[in-house]
């Protein structure tokens, strides 16, 4: 997956590369932002309509919700941050939003091994060869956010029996400011955040879904096309 945010964060298809530099996009005047209820951050208001998927396991991801939103929306709006997101010209490939917590467990795992693998190399004016310097501690707390932030985006494939897509068409956008969230956070603490990227439905899951007795979500979005249609 690689990210391209109101948060910008770069990784590939599925598997975690470097991380970018941040680039704000403009705020979207007509959203209402709320805060979550044990932090700080500011979410972007929930777009109207889509779907709502069902995750293929409970265990995954818990209080998180995906919805399936449909690419014509995201042309008419008006809103800078979904504008011209997405393309639906690939046949099989939907545009989805994800609501979902980062968990403060493992941005704490993160923050600790790319403290250790830092120290291995730091070598900075002034400071004993293996110390970090306090200006650089919050960069690696940065550091260790976007991964989370990443890895959870990841997670949410499975979780919901997606497939990402590959290179540029890959890329997904945090609308939180993380830059922001950074500034005041306490290590160890969730993370909530929204975010949008396309993708396709994983064809073996949600067949194994429906084998099982449940409803595909493919399935759902389907009839939902054919009605949107009519």
Not at 188 to 210: E, L, N
Request: net charge negative; aromatic share 8%.
């Amino acid at each position: 997956m690689k990210f391209s945010t109101v948060s910008s964060l770069v990784a590939s298809a599925l598997y975690v590369t470097a991380v970018s530099a941040f680039v704000q996009l403009p705020p979207a005047a007509t959203r209402t932002p709320h805060l979550y209820a044990t932090t700080s951050v500011e979410l972007v208001a929930e777009p109207d309509g889509g779907v709502e998927l069902k995750k293929v396991s409970d265990a995954s991801l818990p209080g998180s919700r995906m919805k399936n939103m449909p690419f014509t929306q995201y042309f008419q709006t008006s809103d800078p941050l979904l504008k011209g997101a997405v393309d639906g010209s690939e046949e099989g490939v939907h545009s989805f939003w994800l609501s979902v917590v980062a968990d403060g467990q493992k941005i704490k795992e993160l923050r600790v091994q790319t403290e250790k693998e830092a120290s291995k190399k730091a070598n900075f004016p002034g400071f004993r060869k293996g110390q970090i310097p306090p200006y650089a501690q919050s960069r690696m707390t940065m550091f260790a956010i976007q991964e989370a932030v990443i890895k959870t985006c990841e997670q949410s494939l499975e979780a919901y029996g997606l497939e990402s897509l590959t290179g540029s068409e890959g890329e997904v956008t945090v609308y939180e400011d993380m830059q922001k969230v950074c500034k005041g956070y306490k290590l160890g603490d969730d993370i909530p955040f929204t975010a949008t990227y396309k993708g396709k439905f994983d064809k073996a899951v949600q067949s194994s879904v429906s084998s099982a007795g449940g409803d595909s979500a493919a399935a759902e979005v389907d009839v939902e096309a054919e009605v949107v249609a009519e």
